[in-house]
């Protein structure tokens, strides 16, 4: 059974940094591009970053280009976002999406991990 | 950016059909916008239903079909279950942008 768990979620102060960690199973994690979208609670969805099988490419939406960074690590089964620099804006329920061998697509989503940026 | 519309609100009855529209403030939604389908439940992560534009996954019911519909991404649901009420979202790819619906709250009623 394919599975992406979310974690590392949690109360973060603005300007400051957390990591989130998506496990996954059930599957070769080298063979997919991934991605993080996230949700803000009652609202809709926005696309973060994607990466590459092997990492060489990244892509992310403006307003976190520069502050977050995608990353990843095949061995461990494991996709990460690191998260520098947060602002209230990003407090949201971040999900690991797996794409396809071909494209950063949205083909299996994982659960969910919240974010709250506050003082 | 394209700004996509979706209809805040639809309501079907069970067995009936339905069809959720997905338009684009930059014009026609074409095949070339790869459009997706996502499906998501109250304390539940989305799942997708339908990848560019109509082909459906493994687990996704029969019952949903999308298209191309009057320049928009359509997704029609033909005999709803009581299942399928839920927030139902559109995505395109818009030059290389990926870009979401605002949803469509669905109930079946």
């Known amino acids: 059974e394919v599975q992406l768990v979310g974690s590392g979620g949690g109360l973060v102060q603005p300007g400051g940094s957390l990591r989130l960690s998506c496990a996954t199973s059930g599957f070769t994690l080298s063979i997919y591009w991934m991605s993080w979208v996230r949700q803000i609670p009652g609202k809709g969805l926005e696309w973060v970053a994607n990466i590459k099988q092997d990492g060489s490419e990244k892509d992310y939406v403006d307003s976190v280009r520069g502050r977050f960074t995608i990353s990843r690590d095949n061995s461990k089964n494991s996709l990460y976002l690191q998260m520098d620099s947060v602002r209230v804006e990003d407090t949201a329920v971040y999900y690991c999406?797996?794409?396809?061998?071909?494209?950063?697509?949205?083909?299996?989503w994982g659960q969910g991990t919240m974010v709250t940026v506050s003082s | 950016q394209a700004v996509l519309t979706q209809e805040p609100s639809l309501t079907v009855s069970p067995g009936g059909t339905v069809t959720l529209t997905c338009g684009s403030s930059t014009g026609a939604v074409t095949t070339g916008h790869y459009s997706y389908w996502f499906q998501q439940k109250p304390g539940q992560a989305p799942t997708t239903l339908i990848y560019d534009t109509s082909n459906r996954h493994s687990w996704t019911p029969a019952r949903f079909s999308g298209s191309l519909l009057g320049g928009k991404a359509a997704l029609t649901l033909s005999g709803a279950q009581p299942e399928d009420e839920a927030e139902y979202y559109c995505?395109?790819?818009?030059?290389?942008?990926?870009?979401f619906g605002g949803g469509t709250k669905l109930t079946v009623l």
């Open positions: 999406v797996r794409g396809s061998s071909v494209a950063a697509n949205f083909d299996i």
């Open positions: 995505l395109i790819y818009d030059s290389g942008v990926r870009v």
